[in-house]
């Protein structure tokens, strides 16, 4: 089973969901997005490569902010 990485388009959380699936719900706020209307960070992950993934993601985003402010 492979997964994608997408950003919740209501509070930006990033969420993991099964490659192909039409929908999936935000681990953080709970909303129901679209696959297809919601920005893939990522394609067919491993399961086990998921939590590592979204931590180098954050870290990345984190990173992006923090440029913006200096
Ligand atoms: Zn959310």
Redo the contacts with the bound molecule.
Sequence with gaps: MEYSIFL?R????I?ASREGAATFS?T????RNSAEKSLSLARGIESKAIPSLIAKLKMDYAKKQLKKHQ
């Design positions: 919740c209501k509070c930006g959380a969420c935000c953080s706020c709970g909303k």
